[in-house]
């Protein structure tokens, strides 16, 4: 017989670890790999597209997020993009596409809440750390490049 | 009724459980109880326009399709003890605003049915009640919604993760009947082993079982053999696995007779549950709907029902703490 | 056709390969360290606005394009980018400035879609 795994929580944390089974990594790996290849070549037919219209770099790039991230609402709003991420997992959520359905998918959730608490107010539950972060770290950078 | 050994309350006159009555979801209408349950719903809204209304809507329907099929009147049943998941308890507190019968609250998580059942049947032979109604209900959708994300979010599911059972179950407990009778309850104590993975329920909640197993055992000086069907309520694959491996280790053979409400309500590699049923109505649906006819069959004669709960809510978990769980037992023997 | 002919095909490749292997790591975040989506998400956003800030992502771009500024780590060299063009335009005021401004586009979107969506859609439960 093996030590009591109920003898001290480290003891039974590592037996419950073991316990567990462990998430199909390389399944996932190989789906989110070619789901987010994907996504970002859109995106990048979308930017040639833009570029042989003859569009500057930095609209390009803003018209690349907000079509990319329409599509995105429209798939959340059509249950359709949960599904999308639950095969393809990092493959949906690291592109801009997770961002914008962290957005909307809120947003969806919380309509009987009210438009105002509910919608207005719920939206950003899991996006709104990644603005707060994203933004905060935008603006600490840009004081250091202001004084170096 | 008197006190057996450290937790364990013996009846002397048993409580009868008069009848019971199930409402489930869609999901666990197409699992393989599907058969047993009173009703199973075509869709999680059934015609409500939240989540949480139509849970209230499921345990209200459910009440009341429990005391029509008893044929005892509601103003012949003394106290009700209810309980859910949703935050103060709305789903029954709403759903059972209209019953007209005096009303516990109650909240013991995943644990709520047993814990409803111990506290109705202490009721009854103790002579404050001669009829007491008991029931839960959960919802997968209102719970995902309080405890975890958005339902629209594309997120992965761990394989150790649990699906809530949507549904209510509830019983009817009464004095005077001919069984199956609710002989012995061991409450169980809070036991936390420290685990802090929302997505493992079964395996913070599995020492709790075994805590209270070893006490029922120990209290009543029988063994595993005594009963035809040991039953916990949503440790699910996983902490099914750990607690039959626990018992082991303290001499309590277990693996022939147990069996788990959360492993039986779904067919794992069909219905994509990952590891299992969970929530109030797992353990409620699954005894109101099939455990409660074998008994009455005789089919089976003799279960050890034993609720699981996790005592944990979203902010204990965002502040880092780790999931205490506990778990009831109650004796129900024909 | 005319569109079909100017496509750079080894850039559309390398932006597939690059945004696919962005896309691994995040995976492997995931079923490795039980960090929830919304930790993940912030992780990425935070070391692409360092890397923006850098200077180093700027390479990453030119070398798979779309497959650098699509994923969240090239929202946050945006946000980084944009940062600092501002206060090399109008000084340190533009550290406050820059960051959203570059973003303006994307995070208007995401709002607008977000509220439209909530006006039409009903959440529904997920087959899984």
Avoid at chain 2, 75 to 82: G, R
Avoid at chain 2, 95 to 123: H, K, Q
Wanted: net charge neutral; aromatic share 10%; with cysteine.
């Amino acid at each position: 017989m093996e030590n009591n795994p109920l003898e001290t929580k480290q003891e039974y944390s590592k037996y419950v670890d073991k316990k567990s089974p462990n998430s199909p990594i390389l399944k996932n790996c190989f789906n989110a790999f070619w789901v987010g290849g994907l996504i970002c070549s859109i995106g990048q037919i979308i930017l040639f597209y833009c570029k042989y219209k003859g569009l500057d770099e930095t609209s390009s790039a803003t018209i690349v997020s907000i079509i990319l991230i329409g599509i995105s609402a429209l798939l959340t709003s059509l249950n359709i993009f949960n599904k999308i991420g639950k095969f393809a997992g990092a493959g949906s959520l690291i592109p801009i596409t997770g961002f914008a359905n962290s957005i909307v998918s809120p947003a969806i959730e919380y309509k009987s809440e009210g438009y105002v608490m509910g919608v207005g107010g719920k939206m950003f539950t899991v996006a709104g750390p990644v603005l707060v972060f994203g933004i905060s770290t935008s603006v600490i950078i840009g004081i250091i490049a202001a004084f170096f | 009724m008197e006190r057996i050994g450290k937790q364990t309350i013996k009846f002397n006159t048993p409580p009868t459980i008069l009848e019971t009555s199930s409402i489930v979801g869609p999901k666990e209408g197409q699992g393989p109880l599907a058969k047993y349950f009173d009703q199973c719903l075509e869709d999680e809204f059934w015609g409500e326009k939240t989540w949480e209304k139509a849970e209230s809507k499921i345990i209200r329907e459910n009440v009341n399709t429990l005391i029509f099929k008893s044929g005892i009147p509601a103003d012949k049943i003394d106290y009700c003890f209810a309980g859910d998941l949703l935050n103060q308890c709305i789903s029954t507190n709403f759903g059972l605003r209209d019953l007209n019968i005096p009303f516990f609250g109650i909240f013991g998580a995943c644990s709520t049915f047993v814990e409803g059942l111990c506290i109705g049947s202490v009721f009854i032979e103790g002579g404050g009640a001669t009829n007491v109604l008991c029931a839960t209900s959960s919802h997968f959708c209102s719970a995902e919604k309080q405890f975890r994300f958005p339902l629209e979010l594309g997120n992965q599911r761990t394989p150790t993760a649990q699906w809530t059972v949507t549904g209510s179950g509830a019983a009817l407990l009464t004095k005077n009947g001919t069984g199956p009778y609710i002989t012995h309850i061991t409450p169980g104590r809070i036991v936390d082993m420290g685990i802090k993975d929302a997505n493992n329920m079964g395996a913070a909640m599995a020492p709790a079982a075994l805590d209270t197993l070893i006490a029922h055992f120990q209290d009543t000086g029988r063994k595993p053999s005594y009963y035809d069907l040991i039953i916990t309520g949503d440790l699910g694959y996983i902490g099914k696995d750990i607690l039959t491996d626990l018992a082991k280790t303290k001499g309590y053979n277990i693996k022939s007779n147990y069996n788990d409400c959360g492993v039986l309500i779904f067919n794992k590699d069909e219905q994509d549950t990952h590891s299992g049923g969970s929530g109030c109505a797992c353990i409620a649906t699954t005894f109101s709907g099939y455990l409660f006819k074998e008994l009455k069959n005789r089919k089976i004669n003799k279960i050890l029902l034993m609720a699981t709960g996790a005592l944990m809510n979203a902010t204990s978990s965002q502040q880092g703490e780790s999931i205490p769980g506990i778990a009831h037992a109650i004796a129900i023997e024909n | 056709m005319e569109f079909l002919q100017s496509i750079d095909w080894m850039l559309l490749l390398r932006c597939f390969i690059v945004g696919g292997l962005i896309c691994v790591v995040g995976q492997i975040l995931i079923d490795k360290t039980k960090l929830t989506s919304a930790r993940i998400l912030v992780l990425f956003v935070t070391i692409g606005a360092i890397l923006g800030g850098l200077g180093i992502y700027k390479y990453l771009i030119e070398f798979a394009g779309a497959g650098a500024t699509v994923p969240l780590l090239g929202f946050g060299a945006n946000l980084a980018k944009g940062a600092i063009q501002e206060v090399q335009n109008i000084g340190l005021l533009g550290a406050f400035i820059g960051g959203v401004k570059a973003a303006a586009g994307g995070i208007a979107a995401a709002i607008f879609f977000g509220y439209i969506a909530s006006l039409l859609a009903k959440p529904k439960i997920k087959k899984q």
